[in-house]
């Protein structure tokens, strides 16, 4: 035998252990593997989505009419907008980054939902902009995009429909199913992980840069009154300052909480600022459930208010105490939340839990009375919101990150993943349920707007 022929013999050796090894890495190896994949037809590139001129022109007049019509409500929408666009796009781009690290190919990277009114071509990636300003979206192929869930319920034929894997596709045009398991993972664990580092770089940057809130010095403003109860029965405002309670100056809620606990059934005068206007309020606590900092729930005196304290000075923190501080409120937020969703799972959600739950509504108002106190109340509210965006998206259901990373965990015990059609039916359902609790939360948060809906709470 000459030596180009046992050249030729080893080389193929080692190109069939190269592919033993890969395979072996899968969880979802079999021996019908290590029979080479044929390659892949080359799939057809769409063509480049054009702008609709129209719509991008009635859009652009729709939001010019609405900021005249109601300025302010326009700033705490735009705020708001802003602030999710920011952490959507961070959680949208920990999956892209990803995927392309793992040689997937992106159809498409979205902020918003469609239907488009902007987009461009780069490197056969299509960016683009929704006419709906809640959400985003990364399309990687194989993965199950909104498109390709409805295609699954309805059983039309997709790309690619047996969805087989084929570890030796190209880089930069593998389906999700071609990648191994580990980058499957991360790709999906991506998004959720970039909300945490985000959130902690900015509590890290803003308590070692600006400082942390002096809790020594401080004016008491009200975020946001709860209908139905004493408070908004008083004619309590969102923005009113209370500079004291029955003749006490207040310069923390801690401090009002204590003197409304103290005095159950009995009238409080309230003296409130608004809008350069000195207000006196006579308020009578009432008994009412509340979850504690412990995830205890008690029956206390209770307003119906939610105080936040307006800082008049900051105090700046070395990095390990600004990177503690920042840690300290990451798992505080993840602790409430987990309390919270044991509450519900248990069916022992309190009226203080109902009233706190919100929508993209409610969270709009949060957002916008933070960015009237300040621009580093406005940062520090979108790192609190960046925890929850991260922490929900990791929950276990259909359509969600932590239901993907659920059917991975299926393939990675089975050693095979689900049929493909199942799954996305699964995800397609799941989305639909997300989009109907969404609504339902909305709408609920919009009644108390109208004094003819507050006897429905």
Do not use: C
Not at 141 to 158: C, R
Not at 265 to 279: A, M, Y
């Amino acid at each position: 035998m000459d030596r180009q022929a046992v050249a030729q013999r080893a080389a193929a050796r080692g190109k069939y252990l190269q592919r033993f090894l890969e395979n072996l890495m899968s969880p979802s190896f079999s021996s019908s593997e290590l029979a080479p994949a044929p390659p892949a037809p080359p799939a057809p590139q769409p063509a480049p989505e054009r702008v609709n001129p129209v719509s991008a022109v009635l859009t652009v007049a729709g939001i010019v009419a609405f900021a005249v019509w109601k300025p302010a409500l326009a700033q705490q929408i735009g705020v708001f907008l802003l602030t999710l666009g920011v952490l959507v796009f961070v959680h949208e781009w920990g999956h892209y980054q990803f995927a392309r690290w793992a040689g997937m190919k992106v159809n498409r990277f979205g902020l918003g939902f469609p239907p488009w009114v902007f987009t461009v071509r780069r490197n056969n990636i299509d960016y683009s902009l929704g006419a709906l300003p809640i959400g985003g979206m990364v399309d990687i192929a194989g993965l199950g995009s909104e498109e390709e869930m409805v295609a699954d319920v309805k059983g039309e034929t997709v790309a690619n429909p047996t969805r087989g894997r084929n570890p030796n596709a190209p880089f930069g045009q593998k389906q999700f199913q071609d990648a191994s398991l580990g980058w499957r993972f991360w790709t999906l664990f991506a998004g959720p992980l970039m909300n945490f580092l985000f959130a902690m770089t900015v509590f890290i940057g803003v308590y070692s840069l600006v400082g942390m809130p002096d809790k020594a010095t401080g004016t008491n403003v009200i975020e946001m009154v709860q209908p139905g109860m004493p408070a908004a029965d008083a004619g309590l405002q969102s923005d009113d300052k209370v500079v004291a309670v029955n003749g006490v100056k207040t310069t923390s809620p801690e401090q009002i909480t204590k003197i409304i606990r103290s005095n159950v059934d009995k009238p409080l005068q309230f003296s409130i600022e608004r809008g350069g206007q000195s207000l006196s309020k006579s308020i009578t606590p009432k008994m009412d459930e509340l979850t504690g900092p412990d995830n205890k729930i008690e029956k206390l005196p209770l307003v119906g208010v939610i105080f936040s304290r307006h800082i008049d000075s900051y105090k700046r923190l070395s990095l390990p105490e600004a990177a503690q501080e920042g840690w300290d409120n990451a798992t505080g937020i993840t602790q409430q939340i987990f309390g919270l969703l044991g509450r519900v799972a248990t069916f022992k959600l309190t009226k203080d839990d109902k009233r706190g739950v919100g929508g993209p509504i409610k969270i709009a108002q949060a957002v916008g009375a933070s960015a009237r106190r300040g621009w580093q109340d406005a940062v520090l509210m979108a790192a609190a919101l960046s925890v929850n965006l991260g922490l929900l998206n990791l929950l276990p259901f259909p359509a969600l990150d932590g239901g993907r990373i659920l059917f991975l965990g299926y393939e990675l015990v089975m050693r095979r993943p689900l049929d493909p059609r199942k799954e996305g039916i699964v995800h397609a359902v799941g989305m639909v349920m997300l989009f109907a609790f969404m609504i339902f939360i909305s709408v609920r948060d919009i009644l108390p707007m109208f004094p003819f809906f507050h006897g429905l709470h």
